[in-house]
C-alpha cells in the first residue's frame, strides 16, 4: 500500500481515537445523559421524638450504580444498569433522635428497622444494620437523577424510570426498589425476650426455629462440618478490637433455605429476628439475607467447646462493626410486616 493511501488511513484512526478519547473519561459509568426524576417530599415518623420532612437541599448527594433484575424461581429477570444519584438514608435518619419504644427493657439499636411506603400503598423493609452498620456506606439511597449504563457494543438502552425511587444497591434482585416513597417509619422489632446481663456462661444447646410452618431447631450437632471460612478484623463499636481470627460456618441461608419461601414479597417485607440466651436480639432483612450480589453472607459458626459463645454464634460478614454477631444463639424468628 502506497504512502499516500497508508497516511490518510491513519489520520482517521488517530481522529476517532482522539474523539473517543475527548468524548470518554475511565468512568465507564458516566458516559449516558443524566436524567432528572420526579421528586415526592418525605416524611420520617415512627419510634423518634419528632416527626419531620426531609430536607434534601441540605444533603449531600451519593452515587450508587445497580444492575436491576426482577425475582423469578429461576434466574431472575434483567430490566436494565443505571448509574442513579441521590439522598442516602444514612444522611436522611441521621438527626432523628431515637426514642425506642423498648429502650428501658433493650437500648441497642440493631433492633430497629424501618419501612418505607409509597403513594401507591408499596412498602418494604430496611434493617438499621443495613443503613448504619455495613462496610461499605451510603448503599441506599432515594434517587432523584438517573443516567443509563450503556453497553459500549449493543448500544442498548434500558428504559429510563421517571419518578424519585428507593434504590437498595447491595440487593440482587431489586425488588425493594419502589418508585416514589413517601415515609419513613422507624420501628422495634415487637418480641419479648427476657435479659439476662453478664451471663458468666452464654450458652444454648438448640437454636429454636420460630418459622411459617415449621417448629424444628438446630441442635450442636446438626452442622458437623464449616463450609465456608472468613478472614476477618472483628471489631465492636463499644470496645474496639475482639480479635482478627476468621470464623469458619455454613451459610445461613443454606441451612434454611427448605424452611423459608423466597419470594418478592417476602424479600419486600420479611425480616429475621436472631436472639441470644441472654435476650440480646438483632434484626435482618430477608432480604439482607438471602438476596446480596456482594457474597458479604451470613454465616452460622459451630461454637462447641468455645466457652461463652456456644453452641452457635452468628457472624455478619457485611457488617463493619461486630455488634450483631449474636452469642449464644437461642432462637430464629421469622416475621412479615404487612
Excluded at 425506642?100 to 439499636?109: G, R, Y
Excluded at 425493594?176 to 439476662?196: C, G, L, W
Excluded at 463450609?227 to 478490637?241: A, D, E, H, P, S
Amino acid at each position: 500500500m502506497s504512502r499516500s493511501i497508508i497516511f490518510p488511513v491513519l489520520l482517521t484512526l488517530y481522529s476517532i481515537f482522539s474523539a473517543t478519547a475527548i468524548a470518554q473519561t475511565n468512568d465507564f459509568y458516566d458516559d449516558a445523559p443524566q436524567s432528572a426524576l420526579n421528586g415526592s417530599t418525605l416524611v420520617v415518623n415512627g419510634e423518634i421524638e419528632q416527626s419531620y420532612t426531609v430536607d434534601f437541599a441540605a444533603l449531600p448527594l451519593r452515587e450508587v450504580i445497580v444492575k436491576e433484575a426482577s425475582y423469578t424461581e429461576t434466574a431472575g429477570k434483567f430490566i436494565g444498569a443505571y448509574q442513579y444519584e441521590g439522598y442516602s438514608l444514612y444522611d436522611i435518619l441521621n438527626k432523628a433522635v431515637l426514642a425506642k419504644k423498648n429502650a428501658n427493657e433493650f437500648p441497642p439499636i440493631i433492633d430497629l428497622y424501618v419501612e418505607i411506603a409509597n403513594a401507591k400503598g408499596e412498602k418494604v423493609v430496611i434493617s438499621w444494620g443495613e443503613i448504619y452498620y455495613p462496610a461499605n456506606r451510603h448503599q441506599i439511597i432515594i434517587a432523584s437523577k438517573v443516567r443509563r449504563i450503556v453497553p459500549s457494543k449493543t448500544k442498548e438502552l434500558w428504559t429510563l424510570p421517571v419518578d424519585s425511587k428507593l434504590v437498595v444497591a447491595a440487593d440482587l434482585y431489586t425488588e425493594r426498589n419502589i418508585d416514589s416513597p413517601v415515609s419513613i417509619t422507624i420501628k422495634s422489632a415487637d418480641v419479648d425476650y427476657k435479659i439476662e446481663k453478664d451471663m458468666p456462661y452464654m450458652y444454648s444447646p438448640t437454636v429454636a426455629l420460630k418459622l411459617p410452618g415449621s417448629a424444628k431447631s438446630i441442635d450442636e450437632k446438626s452442622i458437623t462440618a464449616s463450609t465456608t471460612l472468613y478472614n476477618t478484623v472483628f471489631y465492636g463499636r463499644g470496645k474496639g478490637i475482639h480479635s482478627t481470627t476468621p470464623f469458619n460456618g455454613v451459610l445461613l441461608k443454606e441451612r434454611l433455605k427448605n424452611d423459608l419461601s423466597i419470594n418478592p414479597a417476602t424479600l419486600r417485607h420479611g425480616i429475621l429476628v436472631f436472639a441470644g440466651v441472654d435476650g440480646y436480639r438483632g434484626v435482618f432483612t430477608l432480604s439482607e439475607v438471602y438476596n446480596r450480589n456482594d457474597q458479604a453472607e451470613l454465616l452460622l459458626v459451630p461454637q462447641q467447646g468455645v466457652v461463652g459463645s456456644g453452641a452457635y454464634q452468628l457472624f455478619p460478614a457485611m457488617d463493619f462493626f461486630s455488634d450483631r454477631a449474636i452469642k449464644g444463639l437461642a432462637e430464629i424468628r421469622y416475621m412479615e410486616i404487612e
